[in-house]
């Protein structure tokens, strides 16, 4: 079983529309939860992160984490084709620890 | 405040070659990692430093690969000789020392081809 599982997709969807992207983990040790956005031919950059459990929104981004599930979510409202990239979850242990990532999901938003 | 700088962006080599990528990590930033990013693959941790030493190197394939920090700034990745399953996205991220040190910033990387 790999750390950290994530669906590549694609995903494809209509402008406006509501996106939900996902991972699970194995490793309970993990304490920091990040998503990175990846456009073509780019390096990842850090969209969010949450320490813990709980909920956190930033503008049309809202990430959440239920560690008794194993299971993180990148919500997406008012999705725009500007957010047309790979999502990659990303995980770490606490202390300076290098990071795991899912596989990343491939999402279009279509005009 | 400048990012993470990668160069060359682009490689191709053959196989048995050899060939070098640079980082320079965001200034004060102790902590430089080099992960590989195969097509359709999340990056997947080569080699962490802290300053100018070896934290973790335990996924690097120490027979063809080799990396350096030697005065703690700038970095160096190094495959010889170059396999085709080499070919990747080489990826340099920093980050701080601390409580923050979960926030890592990532250059544009490395595209290297082996044919």
């Known amino acids: 079983q790999k750390e950290v599982e994530q669906d590549p997709g694609p995903l494809s969807v209509p402008e406006g529309a509501i996106v939900s992207l996902n991972c699970t983990y194995s490793?309970?040790?993990?304490?920091?939860f990040m998503w990175y956005r990846q456009y073509s031919r780019k390096g990842p950059e850090l969209l969010m992160y949450?320490?813990?459990?709980g909920n956190k929104e930033d503008g049309r981004f809202t990430a959440q984490v239920d560690k008794s599930s194993k299971y993180i979510s990148l919500f997406i409202r008012d999705s725009q084709p500007s957010d047309s990239a790979t999502y990659l979850c990303?995980?770490?242990?606490?202390?300076?620890?290098?990071?795991?990532f899912g596989k990343g999901t491939r999402l279009s938003v279509i005009a | 405040e400048a990012g993470v700088a990668q160069s060359p962006r682009y490689k191709i080599i053959e196989k048995r070659q050899s060939v070098a990528f640079w980082c320079n990590p965001i200034s004060g930033h102790a902590t430089l990692y080099w992960y590989q990013q195969i097509l359709g693959q999340g990056p997947k941790l080569l080699i962490q430093?802290?300053?100018?030493?070896?934290?973790?190197d335990s996924q690097l394939p120490k027979d063809r690969f080799s990396a350096e920090r030697l005065k703690g700034v700038d970095s160096t990745l190094k495959i010889q000789p170059a396999k085709l399953e080499d070919s990747a996205v080489y990826l340099c991220a920093s980050s701080l020392v601390g409580p923050s040190s979960y926030e890592q910033y990532f250059g544009p990387g490395t595209r290297l081809t082996v044919t």
């Open positions: 990303a995980m770490s242990r606490p202390g300076n620890t290098p990071l795991v």
């Open positions: 430093f802290q300053n100018n030493g070896v934290v973790d």
């Open positions: 949450t320490y813990s459990s």
């Open positions: 490793n309970s040790a993990f304490q920091y």
